[in-house]
Protein backbone atom coordinates (compact mmCIF):
# COMPACT_ATOMS: atom_id res chain seq x y z
CA UNK A 1 0.00 0.00 0.00
CA UNK A 2 1.37 3.43 -0.78
CA UNK A 3 2.24 5.72 1.97
CA UNK A 4 -0.19 8.58 2.54
CA UNK A 5 2.28 11.46 3.52
CA UNK A 6 -0.87 13.69 4.91
CA UNK A 7 -2.29 11.01 6.78
CA UNK A 8 1.29 10.30 8.45
CA UNK A 9 1.84 14.02 9.59
CA UNK A 10 -1.51 13.45 11.17
CA UNK A 11 -0.98 10.47 12.74
CA UNK A 12 2.39 11.81 14.22
CA UNK A 13 0.82 15.09 15.21
CA UNK A 14 -1.49 13.03 16.97
CA UNK A 15 1.60 10.93 18.79
CA UNK A 16 3.11 14.18 19.51
CA UNK A 17 -0.20 15.73 21.20
CA UNK A 18 -0.27 12.95 23.45
CA UNK A 19 2.65 12.69 24.26
CA UNK A 20 2.00 15.73 26.07
CA UNK A 21 -1.63 15.38 27.32
CA UNK A 22 -1.86 14.49 30.88
CA UNK A 23 -5.04 12.33 29.71
CA UNK A 24 -2.83 9.87 28.06
CA UNK A 25 0.25 9.37 30.50
CA UNK A 26 0.37 5.92 29.14
CA UNK A 27 1.87 6.98 25.65
CA UNK A 28 4.32 9.30 27.36
CA UNK A 29 5.03 5.74 29.49
CA UNK A 30 5.27 3.55 26.88
CA UNK A 31 7.78 6.23 24.79
CA UNK A 32 9.61 6.42 27.31
CA UNK A 33 10.17 2.42 27.91
CA UNK A 34 11.22 1.83 24.30
CA UNK A 35 14.11 4.40 24.21
CA UNK A 36 15.23 3.27 27.91
CA UNK A 37 15.08 -0.33 25.31
CA UNK A 38 17.40 1.15 23.07
CA UNK A 39 14.77 1.47 20.44
CA UNK A 40 15.32 4.68 18.21
CA UNK A 41 13.05 7.60 18.39
CA UNK A 42 12.23 7.63 14.78
CA UNK A 43 11.03 3.82 15.02
CA UNK A 44 9.49 4.49 18.64
CA UNK A 45 7.52 6.93 16.99
CA UNK A 46 6.86 4.18 14.46
CA UNK A 47 5.09 2.00 16.44
CA UNK A 48 3.28 4.36 18.62
CA UNK A 49 2.09 5.58 15.15
CA UNK A 50 0.87 2.01 14.15
CA UNK A 51 -1.12 1.68 17.33
CA UNK A 52 -3.27 4.98 16.93
CA UNK A 53 -3.98 4.02 13.39
CA UNK A 54 -5.28 0.90 14.11
CA UNK A 55 -7.44 1.98 17.10
CA UNK A 56 -8.45 5.17 14.17
CA UNK A 57 -9.18 2.71 11.60
CA UNK A 58 -10.88 0.15 14.13
CA UNK A 59 -13.22 2.80 15.83
CA UNK A 60 -14.17 4.02 12.18
CA UNK A 61 -15.01 0.16 10.80
CA UNK A 62 -16.36 -1.41 13.52
CA UNK A 63 -18.18 2.57 14.28
CA UNK A 64 -16.96 2.32 17.74
CA UNK A 65 -15.83 4.42 20.70
CA UNK A 66 -12.61 4.95 21.67
CA UNK A 67 -11.09 1.68 23.53
CA UNK A 68 -8.42 3.13 25.72
CA UNK A 69 -8.02 -0.47 27.48
CA UNK A 70 -7.22 -1.79 24.63
CA UNK A 71 -5.13 0.92 23.06
CA UNK A 72 -3.07 0.43 26.68
CA UNK A 73 -2.66 -3.01 26.16
CA UNK A 74 -1.24 -2.63 22.85
CA UNK A 75 1.03 0.42 24.07
CA UNK A 76 2.07 -2.32 26.63
CA UNK A 77 2.84 -5.11 24.25
CA UNK A 78 5.27 -2.89 22.02
CA UNK A 79 7.36 -3.43 20.21
CA UNK A 80 5.61 -6.21 20.16
CA UNK A 81 2.99 -5.83 17.58
CA UNK A 82 1.64 -9.40 16.54
CA UNK A 83 -1.66 -8.14 17.77
CA UNK A 84 -1.61 -6.80 14.27
CA UNK A 85 -2.10 -10.50 12.84
CA UNK A 86 -4.96 -11.33 15.30
Known amino acids: MKENPKAKEAIMAGIRDQLHSP???YVREAFDRLIKENHSEE????M???VLAT???EMSV???TFDEAQYI???KRLPDMS???E
Not at 43 to 46: E, I, N, R, S
Open 23 to 25: ESP
Open 43 to 46: DVMK
Open 48 to 50: LGA
Open 55 to 57: EMW
Open 62 to 64: QER
Open 73 to 75: GRL
Open 83 to 85: WLD
